[in-house]
């Protein structure tokens, strides 16, 4: 009789279903039951991973693209990173326009993973023709046979999440869930998650967590779009400088903000405290956890899942790099308990 042999067709099938872990050191002094989706365990170590595998599948399902057809998008990396993984398995070329913002070792990554790349100016505005918006909207046009992904713009972005990561949360909860909280780019993450979970229980909390210098939280707040909220910062992926159609407002309750320095400091607490080496936006949704604790957020009652959005190898040359920390004014050497390097 032959053996069965236990192995999956293509890494694609390994997308999704991601862990649920129980925070416990970092969160000691905090009140509440915190959990972390950490979204490092797709295969591609980010939450991208899942909406590349959807909307390409969706296109196919339209016939919309067929093999050698090519595959356009912007990109702060981990999204490039995934359609150029999911590329490779189905046959698709992949071009991505990407932000000066991006580190060399995600722009790096994206090379490798056979992707032509066009890196562009990060500090200009959305509308002019050298951003990476516009770059990706020309070579669309120019490419024949190419699909642009548009992750800011495509509700099938929302839709991959309400599909895949809010009914894994509600199984992995068994329900009990009482509070969301995400980090908001495209706002496709936290918005298909929230719209399921409140379609199960509204009265599950949706907390999104921008960035200082971005104009997401205002804009909830009062519906307007205000360019005076717009200055550079240094997290990748996190808050935004224009209006992504992908997010839903209406399923988030209230946005918070969380500054560069505190959330580089608490993605390297995460790592010294729970053994989870995630990503810069990791750091800024504990941190944003931290804040909401702060405020009396949560009660000993509250089940508070947190999604991790990726890993920390992609941040090496930057909030894990000593040197980086520094530079950025974020690092005092006299008061960093985590230098622990003995040189024989
Ligand atoms: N964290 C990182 C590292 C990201 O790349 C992104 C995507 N821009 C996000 C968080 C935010 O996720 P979303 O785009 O689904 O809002």
Not at 135 to 161: C, M, P, W
Not at 255 to 262: H, L, N, Q
Request: contains cysteine.
């Amino acid at each position: 009789m032959r053996e069965e042999i236990q192995a999956h067709n293509s890494i694609l099938e390994l997308i999704g279903n991601t862990p649920l872990i129980r925070l416990s050191n970092i969160t000691a002094k905090m009140k509440g039951n915190y959990f972390a989706k950490v979204e490092a365990f797709n295969p591609g170590h980010s939450t991208k991973d899942r909406i590349a595998l959807y909307i390409i599948e969706q296109a196919e399902k339209k016939g919309i693209l067929k093999p050698g057809d090519t595959i356009i998008e912007t990109t702060s990396g981990n999204t490039g990173f995934s359609i150029a993984m999911v590329s490779i398995i189905k046959g698709y070329n992949c071009i991505l326009a990407v932000s000066s913002k991006s580190s060399n070792d995600k722009i790096s990554m994206l090379k490798t993973m056979g992707a032509k790349v066009y890196v562009c100016p990060a500090h200009v505005s959305a509308d002019d023709p050298r951003s990476y918006y516009q770059v990706a909207k020309r070579l669309h046009e120019e490419t024949k046979g190419s699909v642009y992904i548009n992750q800011y713009f495509n509700e099938l972005n929302i839709d991959a999440h309400y599909e895949t990561t809010g009914p894994e949360i509600w199984n992995q909860t068994n329900g009990k869930i009482t509070h969301l909280v995400a980090c908001s780019g495209t706002g496709g993450t936290i918005s298909g998650t929230a719209r399921f979970l409140k379609e199960q229980n509204p009265d599950i909390k949706v907390i999104g967590i921008d960035a200082f210098g971005s104009v997401l939280q205002k804009y909830h707040q009062t519906g307007e779009f205000d360019a005076n909220e717009i200055y550079p910062y240094r997290i990748e992926g996190l808050g935004k400088n224009l209006i992504p159609t992908a997010t839903d407002f209406n399923c988030i309750d209230e946005f918070i903000k969380v500054t560069d320095e505190s959330s580089a400091h608490t993605a390297r607490e995460l790592a010294g405290k729970e053994g989870l080496f995630v990503g810069y936006t990791s750091g800024a949704a504990m941190q944003g956890l931290k804040q909401l604790d702060e405020v009396n957020t949560f009660s000993s009652e509250s089940n508070i899942v947190v999604i991790f959005p990726d890993h920390g190898s992609r941040y090496m040359s930057k909030i894990y790099n000593d040197e980086w920390m520094s530079q950025q004014g974020f690092f005092d050497a006299k008061t960093e308990d985590l230098v622990a390097i003995e040189y024989i």
